[in-house]
């Protein structure tokens, strides 16, 4: 399968990657953009069986709010900058794009 999570520290990186290889999906479609992946590239990972949706699991929802709580108490903010933590910062963009969409639970 292709769903790596980014929580798990054995395949962190490798679940980052997946992860970041899905925002680049979404925010292309959601902007227009071409892709930063090539055509080839995309079918490549179609043959893997990839898995380009965004899912909302409950428990890594409730382990992204405690971090993002935590990161708040430390910095002040819920602003998350992309080089303190990659991960965490693209959760809280996803949250923010959900609720804009009326989509966020």
Known sequence: HCDVSTIDPEHQDLGQWVADIRLQALQKSSKKQESKLSKDQVEM????????????????????????????????????????????????WRQRQLYSQGKLR
């Open 45 to 92: 990972l179609d043959r893997l069986g990839f898995d380009w949706t965004i899912a909302q699991n409950e428990d890594i929802w409730g382990e992204k709010y405690h971090q993002l709580v935590a990161y708040s108490k430390k910095h002040g903010t819920s602003n998350v900058r992309k080089q303190s933590d990659k991960s965490l910062a693209y959760w809280t």
